[in-house]
């Protein structure tokens, strides 16, 4: 496999953007990226596209825009994996230049969950919830309880779950949930392509804000935003050619799926499945960090961007992630490890918590990642210098993992 290295990097503002079209909206990230990586159109040889299109009413809508990012008679592969989507197109993009097929690729993934007012976001996942039924009744489960996980919102209602699940295993309580859902919003202030922003947010501002489903309040939720994310990938020799001097260099990639419900912790004879295992996560981690010869990921490693719209999920994959013991990750909140000028930062530019664009989030992991290796994050730019960082996506029926790790350095 050649060394890849992403040279440049774009964003659309995220947010409730019915100013644009999708074309124009996606557009804006492309040309972004493009003036960011000091290349022209001409340059770029493919391009990996993902979103989910239901979420926006438009199907292959990369067929409509096509000529909106200069991609008129190129290559171009499209992913949909849900949450995924962004980094498993960022996968794509990866290894086409890696394998050799390509020089110079564009990726970029997108959501723009307000042309369709959100039927997608709500009633696609449902059958999250649904898969559950046969165990719940079961163990004797009140249905009420899995109406509530099913129609309160089905990402919430599962994501409460879990939450709950977690919470068990590591004994932290809501309060940590509202700690980290201030961080992702006072991040998101110093973030000009952010959603939710609220400056100088405390954990007792999410504290006063409505129980939604225990033990999950309104302040925990994050938002259903439009926006678009990209970056450009480019081989080693293709740098040089260029002339392109700041660079991320893509130093290990993996993604894996947990295994079937059927495999979870027995209950009366029935499995249970503790969603907050996700040893797909653990896996994508452990793959990735070989292929980076990272070794030691909580010294190697000096930030990262997770996928976790709900704050208890950045609690859980950062351990699943390797970066702290299983059942710990509350106590390094709780000393500012994570905040943006702690020893661990994660999620600096607010994160899923405050800005999803589904289709667009996990490719903005690797776009933030990227950024504060190359130091251009701007007012969010963690203050040490981020020699390595991992960008990680979950999704499909929350089972999907990826996990990119970047660096200042070719491996």
């Known amino acids: 496999m050649r060394r890849v290295a992403i040279i440049g990097c774009g964003q659309s503002k995220h947010g409730r953007r019915t100013d644009v079209s999708q074309a124009e909206l996606v557009a804006e990230a492309v040309w972004a990226a493009i003036e960011d990586a000091s290349i022209a159109p001409e340059d770029i040889e493919a391009y990996a596209v993902g979103n989910m299109q239901g979420f926006g009413g438009i199907?292959?809508?990369?067929?409509?825009?096509?000529?909106?990012?200069?991609?008129?008679?190129?290559?171009?592969?499209?992913?949909?994996?849900?949450?995924?989507?962004?980094?498993?197109?960022?996968?794509?993009?990866?290894?086409?230049?890696?394998?050799?097929?390509?020089?110079?690729?564009?990726?970029?993934?997108?959501?723009?969950?307000?042309?369709?007012?959100?039927?997608?976001?709500?009633?696609?996942?449902?059958?999250?919830a649904f898969a559950n039924l046969s165990y719940m009744m079961k163990i004797g489960m009140d249905m009420r309880s899995f109406a509530i996980m099913g129609l309160a919102g089905a990402a919430a209602g599962i994501s409460a779950y879990q939450a709950a699940f977690y919470m068990a295993r590591s004994g932290c309580s809501i309060e940590h949930f509202d700690m980290v859902a201030a961080k992702a919003r006072r991040n998101a202030a110093k973030n000009k392509y952010a959603h939710l922003k609220w400056p100088n947010c405390t954990p007792e501002d999410i504290a006063k804000t409505e129980m939604l489903i225990w033990p999950m309040r309104f302040g925990h939720v994050c938002p259903a935003s439009d926006g678009a994310s990209c970056v450009i990938y480019a081989s080693e020799d293709a740098v040089k050619r260029l002339g392109i001097k700041e660079v991320a260099w893509v130093k290990g990639v993996a993604a894996y799926a947990d295994e079937e419900a059927d495999q979870g912790e027995s209950y009366q004879g029935t499995a249970v499945v503790d969603y907050s295992d996700q040893t797909g996560a653990i896996l994508s981690a452990r793959k990735a960090y070989e292929r980076a010869g990272i070794k030691d990921p909580r010294k190697e490693i000096d930030m990262a961007e997770i996928y976790a719209p709900f704050p208890h999920q950045e609690l859980m994959f950062s351990e699943r992630l390797g970066f702290f013991d299983d059942g710990t990750a509350w106590k390094a909140v709780e000393e500012g490890v994570t905040e943006i000028d702690g020893d661990f930062p994660i999620c600096p530019s607010g994160g899923v918590n405050a800005t999803n664009a589904i289709g667009s989030s996990g490719m903005q992991r690797v776009v933030e990642a990227a950024l504060q290796i190359m130091g251009k994050a701007e007012e969010h730019q963690v203050p040490k210098d981020v020699r390595n960082a991992v960008a990680h996506a979950w999704g499909g029926q929350v089972q999907f993992n990826t996990v990119m790790v970047l660096g200042d350095r070719p491996r």
């Open 59 to 128: 199907c292959q809508p990369d067929l409509v825009f096509a000529d909106y990012i200069a991609a008129g008679g190129k290559a171009m592969q499209r992913v949909a994996t849900g949450g995924t989507v962004g980094g498993s197109t960022a996968h794509l993009g990866y290894y086409e230049v890696a394998s050799g097929m390509y020089d110079v690729v564009l990726a970029v993934s997108w959501e723009k969950h307000s042309d369709s007012a959100e039927p997608g976001a709500t009633t696609g996942l449902l059958h999250v």
